[in-house]
């Protein structure tokens, strides 16, 4: 009798197992193939976040209606995401032509860039890049160019149906939770992630434009072209944690080379673009966020590692707020806060729980 139970219990968990692992690839899946979709609901729940905190601080110390209030943010809205869109596609247009135009002079200047990696290293360099589909690749640049503005066409119809429908959510949670304080302990969850991913992207938003700025200054001064593209790259990929602003000094100072063929000039461009990245990423960037976050670093790689295999880029732009709220959500459920704990910084998971009582000592 007792080893027919434990070869049912055994069996049982064989199932449980099998079945974990078919959901997780079915999920994978989905994530992969409606990653479009996704992004862009992701996207339009940040912005309708973002904008529901300033239309309620319009409409309460300015006494200005709240559906007047919200008609305008969503007008700005749709007004900025289509500005934003067609500057990167214009952007995306010149570096196109000018790619075609340098691409003769970044295989010239080659040699001068590796020579001190020995010949044999340096021929290898010049084969791959040799083989290197420049035209597929500034075709597949072009295509997600233009993908960015039927993207931001459905981020902003996302975005005016969740301002249509944001009069019942309280209800609908209500009715769903079946419980007067679930239901307020949901609220109070959503509540939380809403104020700690709106102001990681207040901030962000300010460190990472300041930084575009001064890139956009180094190469004017050095008199250097595609200094907004630069300046519009640098701002995007300062989103990334740890990572972006690596990649974009590499960039920068790879773009310098090309662009001027003078060493000397790449030096400068390179030492002034990485100590702007390390002035503002390890001194102002903390210094304004200070204990929003308290994820664990090795946590966000792994989340930038995750979203980015899954989503690309878009995902690695969305793996902090992804897993801000996986954080505070699995800190409220107790067979879940060992997760909570690993992707905590220090081993203590925030549950959010101490905003609402900063939000009331605010108001």
């Known amino acids: 009798m007792v080893d027919q139970s434990n070869e049912t219990v055994l069996r049982e968990r ?51 209606p709240n559906w007047l209030a919200t008609t305008l943010a969503l007008i700005g ?48 360099i010049i084969t791959a890049l040799t083989n290197f589909n420049i035209t597929g690749w500034i075709r597949s640049l072009a295509g997600q160019a233009s993908g960015i503005l039927s993207g931001s066409v459905l981020v902003i119809l996302f975005v005016g149906f969740m301002f249509a429908e944001q009069v019942w959510f309280p209800v609908k949670i209500e009715r769903l939770a079946d419980d007067p304080e679930q239901a307020r302990q949901i609220r109070q969850i959503i509540a939380s992630i809403m104020h700690r991913v709106n102001r990681y992207l207040v901030v962000k ?16 001064v050095m008199e250097l072209e595609l200094a907004t593209a630069m300046a519009l790259l640098t701002f995007i990929l300062n989103f990334i944690p740890s990572v972006g602003s690596i990649v974009a000094t590499i960039i920068a100072a790879l773009l310098a080379f090309v662009l001027s063929g003078d060493t000397t000039v790449t030096l400068i461009v390179g030492l002034l673009c990485s100590s702007t990245q390390f ?24 989340s930038l590692a995750f979203w980015g295999a899954i989503w690309g880029v878009p995902g690695m732009f969305l793996a902090v707020p992804i897993m801000v709220a996986l954080m505070i959500i699995c800190a409220h459920i107790p067979w879940l806060r060992g997760v909570a704990v690993m ?19 605010a108001a």
Do not use: C
Not at 280 to 290: A, Q
Not at 349 to 355: E, R, S
């Open 205 to 220: 938003t300010g460190v990472s434009a300041v930084t575009a700025a001064i890139v956009w200054g180094i190469f004017t």
């Open 77 to 124: 809205i749709a007004l900025g995401l289509l500005w934003i869109s067609t500057t990167i596609v214009a952007q995306v247009n010149e570096i196109v032509f000018l790619a075609i135009t340098y691409a003769e002079r970044a295989q010239a200047a080659l040699p001068a860039l590796t020579e001190r990696l020995g010949p044999e290293a340096q021929e290898r």
């Open 14 to 64: 064989l199932q449980t197992g099998f079945l974990g692992v078919i959901a997780f690839s079915l999920l994978m899946f989905m994530l992969v193939q409606a990653k479009f979709i996704l992004i862009s609901l992701a996207i339009a729940i940040i912005l309708f976040s973002l904008t529901s905190d300033a239309i309620h601080a319009i409409s309460t110390r300015l006494r200005v």
């Open 343 to 361: 992707l905590s910084r220090e081993g203590l998971p925030d549950d959010g729980a101490g905003d609402s009582a900063q939000d009331r000592a």
């Open 279 to 302: 002035l503002i990423g390890n001194v102002i960037d903390p210094m304004l966020l200070g204990q929003t976050l308290r994820l664990s670093s090795f946590g966000i790689i792994l």
